[in-house]
């Protein structure tokens, strides 16, 4: 099939598979619908590859939205909470790194792959960061993105049954196209710009992700602009990144990931199970209600976590926080846990 023939069916099975996976209003529905589509044209005999500069900016648009999501008053909560912030964080990144260990020590996945799979961060910055220090993105995207669908379900029940609610709520009509501002847009532009260039100059590993999220914090936090990420350029952003992931897969990496995913089921579960635990204990120790304890120790992506907080009768500038924290910490310490499991743990690379 010509290459052209072969965009447009990829284009429309991204759409046919996003309009679905909203419409049972599956987290990162936008994403994960163009990367099945990719998995499916790739899986199809379809042999087609995505611009780098594409995926950048893509990569620098996800950072700034990653500095949108974190709470400008959440050091604030940390100081009040120290205490409680710093055995959660510890606990959730323990028990998913001793996750990763068991998956490698068992050889369902090589080492820095399945550490960054069970990293507790946002999944789209973990599989950047993965694809930076040299694991296997589309193994480390299959993991995480699996991980928020069973995660943010299971959390989305649990807030229903805690809340008593009988339906969920309505869905809001989305704005693609909302008015622009030029003194919010066209420096979100140029911010995103910079990142990007100053990552490559100086080759920083995922600097196209990071650099944007960090100079997006200070600008924003500082009150010098705001950011504004409209949905129409997050859609295009989210269908390249799906894209990237799932034109890299082949017939034998599919069937290796489907192959371990019972494994990967139970896994997952069990990091669930483990989180829950620490959530009740923070619950009757801190006082704190056990919903909002189980949504801020969740091991899901901070986003999904913040659409069903911001559903139900929560505290979410704590949950907000406690997610905030737990992935920066995340960004600075994946790398060093990544490289000690594998290599001298594991004696793998």
């Given amino acids: 099939m010509p290459a052209r023939w072969q965009w447009l069916l990829l284009l429309g099975l991204s759409a046919l598979l996003m309009t679905g996976l909203q ?18 044209l790739v899986v199809g005999g379809g042999a087609l590859t995505l611009p780098p500069p594409l995926l950048l900016a893509a990569q620098s648009v996800v950072g700034c939205l990653i500095a949108q999501a974190i709470p400008a ?13 710093l055995a959660a964080i510890l606990w959730v990144i323990a028990a998913s790194s001793f996750l990763g260990w068991f998956l490698a020590r068992c050889r369902v996945l090589p080492g820095s792959t399945a550490v960054w799979g ?46 008593g609610a009988q339906a969920a709520p309505p869905l809001r009509t989305m704005v693609w196209f909302p008015p622009l501002v030029a003194k919010a847009f066209l420096p979100t532009l140029l911010l995103m710009i910079v990142g990007v260039l100053l990552s490559r100059r100086f080759k920083i ?18 009150g010098l602009f705001t950011l504004q990420l ?28 489907l192959g371990v995913l019972p494994r990967m089921t139970v896994s997952t579960l ?25 949504l801020a120790t969740s091991p899901g992506g901070a986003d999904s ?16 926080a406690m997610q905030a924290s737990r992935f920066i910490t995340v960004l600075i310490t994946g790398p060093y846990i990544a490289r000690f499991l594998a290599r001298r743990i594991l004696n793998q690379p």
């Avoid at 008053?73 to 912030?85: K, N, S």
């Avoid at 995480?144 to 989305?156: E, G, H, K, M, P």
């Fill in 23 to 40: 419409a049972v209003r599956l987290p990162a529905a936008l994403m994960i619908g163009p990367m099945l589509a990719a998995i499916l």
């Fill in 118 to 163: 069970s990293s507790p961060g946002a999944a789209t910055a973990m599989v950047f960061l993965a694809e930076a220090y040299g694991a296997d993105e589309r193994l480390v995207a299959f993991m995480q993105y699996f991980r928020v669908v069973l995660v943010s379900s299971t959390a989305s029940l649990l807030s229903r049954f805690w809340t």
């Fill in 305 to 320: 976590m913040a659409i069903i907080a911001s559903s139900t009768r929560v505290d979410m500038p704590f949950v907000m």
């Fill in 230 to 257: 409209p949905p129409w350029l997050l859609a295009i952003s989210y269908t390249l990144v799906g894209w990237g992931i799932g034109l890299r897969f082949s017939r034998a990496m599919l069937r290796h990931a």
């Fill in 73 to 85: 008053g959440f050091l604030v909560q940390v100081r009040g909470h120290w205490p409680i912030f």
């Fill in 270 to 294: 069990a990091l669930i199970a483990v989180c829950a635990a620490f959530g009740a204990v923070l619950s009757r120790v801190a006082g704190i209600d056990p919903l909002t304890a189980y």
């Fill in 205 to 222: 590993p995922a600097g196209p992700l990071l650099l944007p999220m960090l100079l997006g914090m200070i600008c924003q936090d500082s």
